[in-house]
T-cell receptor, first 115, second 112 residues
Framework: DVKVTQSSRYLVKRTGEKVFLECVQD?????MFWYRQDPGLGLRLIYF???????EKGDIPEGYSVSREKKERFSLILESASTNQTSMYLC??????????????FGPGTRLTVT | AQRVTQPEKLLSVFKGAPVELKCNYSYSGSPELFWYVQYSRQRLQLLLRHISRESIKGFTADLNKGETSFHLKKPFAQEEDSAMYYCALSPRFSGGYNKLIFGAGTRLAVHP
């Protein structure tokens, strides 16, 4: 079974703090993704990575950065947290597509509250 | 622009009634389409993909390219089907990254 784990289920941070969200997958997947999930908006892609040290912006990268130093680990960084970044953050991983889309496996999510 | 629209935020039905969760997409090429489901306190998971043409937990979905739709159907809803359902689109040959574009989601509530 694919396992995608996220470092925290719940996190409360203050405005202006630097926040690190960690994601680890154990299936040697090449692709990893960070989404935020908001009611009425669905899932929106923040960043994704298709290889170690490689990253691509998603649809809403502003205010976020990412790091992928090892294949199994993908970190999302909020440089200076703001209240509008209060959300559920989901990490996902998948195999390299090669012309067809493979299933994305999701972590349990981190509910971040910025006060 | 690539977009997935799920027009209903909430769909409420009684047990045994037919269910249809609507999904429309906007994409100029030939997409791959998926339904993902999130049950209460569980992680988001794949329910089915159009390319497999399979029925999962009694659900089916047919890709209608003319109407650009991929509606999810089940003839007889069960209480355990209550969940959040997301339709998602992946552009074909998207460079191997298999990015997904999600709709806003529809919450299905099945009442006894």
């Amino acid at each position: 079974d694919v396992k995608v784990t996220q470092s925290s289920r719940y996190l409360v941070k203050r405005t202006g703090e630097k926040v690190f969200l960690e994601c680890v997958q154990d299936m040697d997947h090449e692709n990893m993704f960070w989404y935020r999930q908001d009611p009425g908006l669905g899932l929106r892609l923040i960043y994704f990575s298709y290889d170690v040290k490689m990253k691509e912006k998603g649809d809403i990268p502003e205010g976020y950065s990412v790091s992928r130093e090892k294949k199994e680990r993908f970190s999302l960084i909020l440089e200076s947290a703001s209240t509008n970044q209060t959300s559920m953050y989901l990490c996902a991983s998948s195999s390299l597509a090669g012309g067809s889309s493979y299933e994305q496996y999701f972590g349990p999510g981190t509910r971040l509250t910025v006060t | 622009a690539q977009r997935v629209t799920q027009p209903e935020k909430l769909l409420s039905v009684f047990k045994g009634a037919p269910v249809e969760l609507k999904c429309n997409y906007s994409y100029s090429g030939s997409p791959e389409l998926f339904w993902y489901v999130q049950y209460s306190r569980q992680r988001l998971q794949l329910l089915l993909r159009h390319i497999s043409r399979e029925s999962i937990k009694g659900f089916t979905a047919d890709l209608n390219k003319g109407e650009t739709s991929f509606h999810l159907k089940k003839p007889f809803a069960q209480e355990e089907d209550s969940a959040m359902y997301y339709c998602a689109l992946s552009p074909r040959f998207s460079g191997g990254y298999n990015k997904l574009i999600f709709g806003a989601g529809t919450r299905l509530a099945v009442h006894p």
